[in-house]
Nanobody, 117 residues
């Protein structure tokens, strides 16, 4: 069974960089045609797609977040990581890692990140 688990700090100060890691089990992040995605949900709002990293290491980001976003991977640990720079209170959200390119079939439980001084 495929499982994803997000980890990282729950509190980030404004202007700093948010960094979250997703650890995958039950599947390999380099398996052909696998895509690994970050999605977030701000309080009281809908889901927002952040971006993905492919099995080959290619990345694709939301245009609205592209200038601040980086998704990378550690194939030796079967993990992929989100970095979001220059955060503001607007980046407060529950962050999910998922498997899928444009639709997700497996989700992590989500991790809440608050941006506050």
């Amino acid at each position: 069974q495929v499982q994803l688990q997000e980890s990282g700090p729950g509190l980030v100060k404004p202007s700093q960089t948010l960094s979250l890691t997703c650890t995958v089990s039950g599947d390999s992040i380099i398996t052909n045609n696998n895509y690994w995605t970050w999605i977030r949900q701000p309080p009281g709002k809908g889901l927002e797609w952040i971006g993905w990293i492919s099995y080959s290491g290619n990345t694709n980001y939301s245009p609205s977040l592209k200038s601040r976003t980086s998704i990378s991977r550690d194939t030796s640990k079967n993990q992929f990581t989100l970095q979001l720079s220059s955060v503001t209170s607007e980046d407060t959200a529950v962050y999910y890692c998922t498997r899928g390119q444009w639709s997700s079939d497996y989700w992590g439980q989500g991790t809440e990140v608050t941006v506050s001084s």
